[in-house]
């Protein structure tokens, strides 16, 4: 039995690394990937590209500005003079915000009236949006709690401001960096995409080009086939998930505090549901673009409904049901707690048992659809 699965094992990894094609995918695509949402994937927004419409232009304005212009997030691009120049700027997306003070806002400062400023802000990103207003709603408490004290301390009044200190302490990810919470979950994504691919397209290409009947009526046992066929591809996916970490860790430095024992073993049973969803996709089409179209149709819902960019609990209920089924959503849970908080299997075994439950239900009833289809 060994000695049949060693031979259409080194089948298996030539047939793949002799195709320049194929080397290339498994290669270059995840470098690539973790290289982009390294890089383009990123949520944090440190740069506002800013409008200023001062039409007041006295002390008074230009201080308030410059509490945004050198706050390090509001970069002043332009300074406008009119309405139209305002809406310019929002249509053609010159500027994501434009902050407008109006005349008499200094006087209005000056004799204590209630006066106002406005900002103008492209909302078409509301994320974004969310984030740029909460900016500036910090930027103008302390602006007014800074002229509460100057009232205070003009008209003599020495007792002080009450004030509350916020302290904030951000556990595991202390510089609240997306980079760091989004290269985690590329492992699932490449690991997921991979092995799904691989090995729907590598059955049914056998199928396409004839070799699939050598191989039943080849010595080889349906079991055995099947282990030979689906165990290169989960190396490969473990090759790409440890040259992923390597570069997560090395060039992008994420933070790795968890046990790499405990990843692979998270990864092996992982593999159980992927390869055999990409089994079961196998038997369903007859050519490889067949193939192809229905490894994208099962990957996108699932990578949607998995937490990698979208939190779960923020979804409709009757949708977050639908998560308890996919095996990716745990995967993501396990690999971003060995990334960074550093748990172990005694925090995260309650989504070992489901994603271990899910992966030997699928791989069962696949490799039972494959061994029924040859037989």
Not at 295 to 302: D, E, I, R
Not at 313 to 331: D, G, K, S, V
Request: charged share 15%; net charge positive.
């Amino acid at each position: 039995m060994l000695e049949r699965i060693k031979a259409i094992l080194i089948k298996e990894f030539k047939q793949v690394l002799r195709d320049p094609r194929m080397r290339t995918v498994i290669l270059i695509s995840p470098i690539l990937q973790i290289i982009l949402f390294g890089y383009a994937a990123n949520r944090d927004i440190d740069f506002i590209p800013t409008a200023i419409y001062d039409q007041d232009n006295t002390k008074e304005s230009r201080y308030l500005l410059h509490r945004f212009t050198y706050s390090g997030y509001f970069i002043p691009k332009y300074y406008i003079d009119s309405q139209q120049e305002q809406d310019r700027m929002l249509d053609k997306g010159l500027a994501s915000v434009v902050l407008r003070i109006d005349r008499g806002f200094g006087r209005d400062i000056r004799s204590g009236k209630e006066t106002s400023m406005q900002l103008s802000l492209d909302g078409s990103d509301s994320n974004t949006a969310m984030i740029i207003m909460s900016y500036a709603g910090s930027i103008m408490g302390k602006y007014q709690y800074d002229m509460l004290k100057d009232k205070a301390a003009s008209i003599g009044v020495d007792s002080g401001i009450p004030s509350v200190d916020l302290r904030d302490r951000a556990w595991f990810n202390g510089n609240l960096v997306s980079r760091d919470y989004y290269l985690p979950g590329v492992v699932a994504s490449i690991v997921t995409i991979m092995s799904l691919l691989l090995t729907a397209m590598a059955i049914v290409r056998e199928k396409e080009i004839g070799t699939m009947e050598q191989l039943i009526v080849s010595p080889l046992r349906p079991l055995e086939l099947i282990f030979g066929k689906l165990l290169p591809f989960g190396v490969i996916a473990l090759i790409q998930c440890a040259m992923i970490t390597i570069l997560g860790v090395v060039w992008f430095h994420i933070p790795f505090r968890g046990s790499l024992a405990l990843l692979i073993l998270a990864t092996c049973v992982y593999l159980f549901t992927s390869l055999g969803i990409g089994l079961f996709i196998s038997t369903v089409a007859s050519t490889q673009q067949e193939a192809m179209m229905s490894v994208f149709l099962f990957y996108m819902p699932v990578f949607l409904l998995s937490g990698f960019a979208y939190p779960i609990a923020n979804m409709p209920q009757c949708i977050q049901y639908f998560t308890l089924i996919n095996p990716m959503r745990y995967y993501l849970v396990i690999v971003r707690g060995i990334f960074l908080k550093g748990v172990g299997m005694g925090i995260l075994w309650g989504n070992f048992l489901p994603l271990l439950a899910i992966g030997l239900i699928v791989i069962s009833m696949s490799a039972l659809r494959f061994r029924r289809q040859i037989a």
